[in-house]
């Protein structure tokens, strides 16, 4: 007769827990890497030279290979399922299928755009892979949010005088001014789009306690008013007023204690601390900016040129990245400005890859649009869909990548179904 001892029952137990403790380990592991590839590429976002993005691609790629691998070994990934998800790994496809079957217009440039989305579509499943629970989801935008406050500090910090220098000592193109470490202004508050509502439904969700949370939407805020961005200015206004009201809605149902009087200090607190900080940069040059008469001069014709192109290859386009060689075939007027994208990615996808490529990054985001709703901390990815209409957030993988890493946080939530802070 064979018998088991306390021990033997003990000694079983912590092997069996064993490898779920290191994969759980592994998990933490390339969270944190996930996190300090993207932080990287937002922080070197200004350098023009090739081995800044491909740095961050390749560090991608590798955590992709070992989380595939290690998923392999311990058995299914626990993923988000259904299909607006799994289409986002079909962007990058699309390009190799220009590539493949000679439709696209420079294989160098849809190359690049390839192994671009690829890392994107990449961030993705890492994100899913670590955000699976609710307490990693916290932590990782957690995280995420107190390098996003950091960045809008920095903001202010070097205003007027950074003389484009990033962090006062590396050199730029630019000679007056730099928003933290992005050159471009309106990349800038792309970003900060999406670490506002975070931070706000934080500050709700923890009432008086939540000092450090309305100190970030107030630095938030403030580095938005700075950047001088219209719709920028707009969509952050809206974020803040978004999360009150569903903050109220759900005080209505009682689905929160004391979240009455949390939105209304919030309502309060977070204009009163985004003004003080707001001296510093001043209300005048975002005010100039909504006088001026014609908010699209220049833009327009760039959208209308997408849209000519788009008409002529509607289902195959151009070739991923080639916007900025085809546009001059359908530019409206001469300019003195280079037209690199057409201040409108939904167009250009449509210009770039036609309407097949259009649906197959839109999918995943509008399918989410509900669940950015319930989960109101990815109310940024909505705000940046919506700037996407007037600029160029998905290029740039400082704002993109963030996006598509929220984006995997939000179907694992949905995936749950909790409620969380």
């Not at 890492?126 to 500090?153: D, E, I, K, N, P």
């Not at 209505?252 to 009455?260: F, Q």
Request: charged residues 15%.
């Amino acid at each position: 007769m064979i018998s088991l001892s306390v021990t033997d029952i003990s000694t079983y137990s912590e092997a069996a827990k064993a490898p779920a403790k290191t994969s759980q380990d592994l998990s933490v592991f390339i969270g944190i890497l996930l996190l300090l590839l993207l932080a990287f590429t937002t922080a070197t976002v200004w350098v023009r030279q090739a081995w800044a993005l491909q740095f961050f691609q390749i560090g991608i790629y590798t955590l992709l290979i070992v989380q595939v691998v290690s998923g392999f070994r311990r058995g299914t990934e626990q993923l988000a399922g259904g299909i607006p998800p799994l289409l986002v790994y079909f962007i990058p496809l699309w390009g190799v299928m220009q590539v493949v079957a000679h439709t696209t217009s420079s294989s160098f440039e849809t190359r690049e755009a390839v192994l671009r989305w690829g890392a994107l579509a990449g961030v993705f499943y890492l994100s899913q892979t670590v955000t699976g629970s609710r307490l990693s989801r916290q932590r990782f935008l957690g995280a995420f949010l107190c390098f996003a406050a950091g960045m809008a500090l920095l903001f202010l910090l070097q205003f007027n005088t950074s003389g484009g220098r990033v962090l006062w000592v590396f050199q730029t193109e630019y000679t007056d001014q730099i928003y933290a470490t992005f050159q471009n202004k309106n990349n800038y508050v792309q970003f900060v789009e999406l670490a506002l509502p975070i931070a706000l439904w934080r500050a709700v969700r923890q009432g008086w306690r939540s000092w450090w949370y309305v100190l970030a939407c107030g630095l938030l805020y403030a580095s938005a008013i700075g950047a001088t961005s219209r719709a920028g200015f707009v969509l952050c206004s809206g974020e803040l007023f978004a999360i009150l009201i569903l903050c109220l809605l759900q005080f209505r149902k009682g689905a929160t204690k004391g979240t009455l009087r949390s939105a209304i200090s919030i309502f309060l607190m977070v204009p009163v601390v985004a003004g003080a900080f707001t001296f510093a940069v001043g209300w005048q040059p975002i005010w100039q900016r909504f006088k001026e008469s014609d908010p699209f001069a220049i833009r327009r014709e760039y959208f209308l040129g997408a849209v000519e192109m788009a008409k002529h290859r509607p289902f195959t386009g151009y070739g991923l990245g080639t916007y900025e060689f085809v546009y001059q075939r359908y530019a409206i007027k001469d300019d003195a400005f280079f037209a690199n994208h057409a201040h409108d990615d939904w167009a250009e996808f449509a210009a770039e890859g036609g309407i097949p490529f259009l649906l197959l990054v839109a999918i995943p985001f509008v399918v989410a649009v509900p669940s950015m709703f319930r989960h109101p901390w990815a109310l940024g990815l909505l705000a940046t869909m919506l700037n996407a209409c007037v600029d160029y957030p998905f290029p740039r993988p400082a704002v993109s990548g963030w996006m598509f890493a929220i984006l995997g946080a939000l179907y694992m939530a949905r995936k749950s179904g909790q409620p969380e802070n």
